[in-house]
């Protein structure tokens, strides 16, 4: 039996008997009860699934979410409170350790100042000794070399006399003449 498009389309779908009359039934007054009751029905089933369900797992999400929120903040100022305890002490050790540093180094040149004081104090003693080694040293031969000076020069004064004479004086004749050149 061969069944036409016609045929099954009409045996698919089933059509109410007034459906060409009154056009959508949203506006068929005669389904508002109907529709209204199952308005009123899901409304009612949401508003509790919202109201039991999902607003307090949201509101607990989000109370738990600003608690955690809290803490970290909390903790952060905590943390940030010891960084800087942490970062005054460092800062205190520093300056410590500085003023140390600064006090080893104004005793260590005071000692270095000392230490140059004393062995300059030692090489000018040292100076002065050798340097009055050296003038009695001066003063000696001096003399001595005024000593030699006077038989130099009577030495001396013989040879020209005899030079010029031709006859050499006596040591007596060049005392005499010395004695009266010094008076």
Known sequence: M??????????????????????????????????????LLIF????????????PRVGGTISAREDRIAGDIGA??????????QAAAAAADTAQARARAQKL?????ARAQAEAAHAD??????????????????VS?????MRNVRQIALDAAGAIV???TG????AAQLSAAQSRGDA
């Open 167 to 170: 006859v050499a004086p006596t």
């Open 2 to 39: 061969a069944v036409t498009p016609d045929q099954i389309h009409a045996s698919s779908v089933h059509v109410p008997a007034d459906a060409g009359s009154s056009g959508l039934p949203q506006f068929d007054i005669a389904q508002w009860p109907g529709q209204a009751v199952w308005m």
């Open 44 to 55: 009612a089933v949401m508003f509790i699934l919202f109201s039991r369900v999902f607003v």
């Open 76 to 85: 952060a100022r905590k943390m940030k409170a010891e960084a800087d305890a």
């Open 162 to 164: 005899e030079k010029l």
């Open 105 to 109: 180094a104004l005793d260590a040149k």
């Open 121 to 138: 104090a030692l090489e000018q003693s040292k100076l002065a000794e050798q340097l009055a080694h050296a003038e009695v040293q001066i």
């Open 141 to 145: 031969t001096r003399d001595q070399a």
